[in-house]
Each structure stands twice: as structure tokens, then as C-alpha cells.
């Protein structure tokens, strides 16, 4: 079983639409998750991170923790298409190197 | 805040060749550096941890005598492949953190692409 996993899409939605993105983990333990965006060629950039249970949000994103379901979200409202890139859900094991163990991304494509 | 360098952001070299990435926290002190590798359409894999003054832990299945890791100071830490083979051509990017805790993000550089000829 992978340690975190994603769908890799691709996701397509129509710009101004409402694109969720989804992640499960299997260490119970965990304690903090990211969701980073990455496009074509770069390295990943940070969107958000979330710790507790509930909903974080930060302008068009929001993020999604239910610990006890072993899950994590992203939502983005209004979807533009300078959203298309893949997005990666980072989970810290949170183990003595508090090292992330990354999902293999879903790829966003937001249709104009 | 919290940008974090890599140089060179390129590089092309010949097959038995060694080559040096460095990556630098710019605005922060480091406590903690991290090297990952990604090929193409896959994701990112951690290759090693690096803490300033110690030796750094790779992952399993990273040959610590092939990619080299020395993390100097607090800002740098730099990465040698030695005898670069056309196989370790790869999407190199280091990240650093702040703290130690579980809690602390990862700044990411923007990568160095290694084409071994």
C-alpha cells in the first residue's frame, strides 16, 4: 500500500468551476500535510498546509483534514487556467528527520 | 521570505564526470536540507536529509558513496554525482526548513537538470 496516494488525473474542469482535489495517507500518525503546485519543469511551490481537522482556507483554496478518515483535500474556487499544473500532497511522518513522503500528484487542467 | 537557491540551474556533462549542485537558504538559516530527484512525469523522491555539521541519512537504495552531501553552514549544502552515468540525467531539487518540527514547511529550490551525455 502507498503511503500517499493521489489520482492522477488528469482533472479537467471548466474555468470558473470548482476543482477538488484529493489525498489519503496511511500513517495514522501523521501530523501536518501540504499541498504544493508544481508546473512543467519547476519545482514545487507551497499553497497551503493544514494541521488540524476542519477546513483552512486562503483565498481561492481550501484546504480539508479529517484525520480520523485519513484524508486531505484541496478545493479551488473559481479555476482559472493559469491553475493547470500538477498538484502534490505532502504528508510529514513525522518521524525524527520529519521527512515528507510525497503523493504522485494529480494534474490539473482548466479548460478556458 | 523563505526563498531558498540552487545553482547551477542547469548542466550537461560527459558520462564519468562529477558535478556539483549547491543549494543556499537566502533569507533564512537552514536546520534541516533535503535532496529529492524527479524523473519525468513522476514524482518527487527524497534521495537524503541533511543536517548543518553531520553526516546526512539517505533513503534506501541511494548509494551515499555516489551522491555526496555536505551540508557546510546553516545556508548551504551542496550535492556531488560523482561518475555521473546517462541514468542519473534527472530533475535534481533540494528544499530547507526552518525548524525541526513536524509542523515546519519546506521551501523548495527551483531545481537543477542534470543531462549526462
Known amino acids: 500500500q502507498k503511503e500517499v496516494e493521489q489520482n492522477s488525473g488528469p482533472l479537467s474542469v471548466p474555468e470558473g468551476a470548482i476543482a477538488s482535489l484529493n489525498c489519503t495517507y496511511s500513517?495514522?500518525?501523521?501530523?501536518?500535510f501540504f499541498w504544493y503546485r508544481q508546473y512543467s519543469g519547476k519545482s514545487p511551490e507551497l499553497i497551503m498546509s493544514?494541521?488540524?481537522?476542519g477546513d483552512k482556507e486562503d483565498g481561492r483554496f481550501t484546504a480539508q483534514l479529517n484525520k480520523a478518515s485519513q484524508y486531505v483535500s484541496l478545493l479551488i474556487r473559481d479555476s482559472q487556467p493559469s491553475d493547470s499544473a500538477t498538484y502534490l500532497c505532502?504528508?510529514?511522518?513525522?518521524?525524527?528527520?520529519?521527512?515528507?513522503?510525497f503523493g504522485t500528484g494529480t494534474r490539473l487542467k482548466v479548460l478556458a | 521570505g523563505a526563498v531558498v537557491s540552487q545553482h547551477p540551474s542547469r548542466v550537461i556533462c560527459k558520462s564519468g564526470t562529477s558535478v556539483k549542485i549547491e543549494c543556499r537558504s537566502l533569507d533564512f538559516q537552514a536546520t534541516t536540507m533535503f535532496w529529492y530527484r524527479q524523473f519525468p512525469k513522476q514524482s518527487l523522491m527524497l534521495m537524503a536529509t541533511?543536517?548543518?555539521?553531520?553526516?546526512?541519512?539517505?533513503e534506501q537504495g541511494v548509494e551515499k558513496d555516489k551522491f555526496l552531501i555536505n551540508h557546510a553552514s546553516l545556508t548551504l549544502s551542496t550535492l556531488t554525482v560523482t561518475s555521473a552515468h546517462p541514468e542519473d540525467s534527472s530533475f535534481y531539487i533540494c528544499?530547507?526548513?526552518?525548524?525541526?518540527?513536524?509542523?515546519?514547511?519546506?521551501?523548495f529550490g527551483p531545481g537543477t537538470r542534470l543531462t549526462v551525455l
Open positions: 541533511s543536517n548543518e555539521g553531520s553526516k546526512a541519512t539517505y
Open positions: 500513517d495514522r500518525v501523521s501530523q501536518s
Open positions: 505532502a504528508v510529514n511522518m513525522a518521524s525524527g528527520t520529519y521527512k515528507y513522503i
Open positions: 493544514i494541521y488540524s481537522n
Open positions: 528544499s530547507a526548513t526552518l525548524g525541526i518540527t513536524s509542523t515546519d514547511t519546506q521551501y
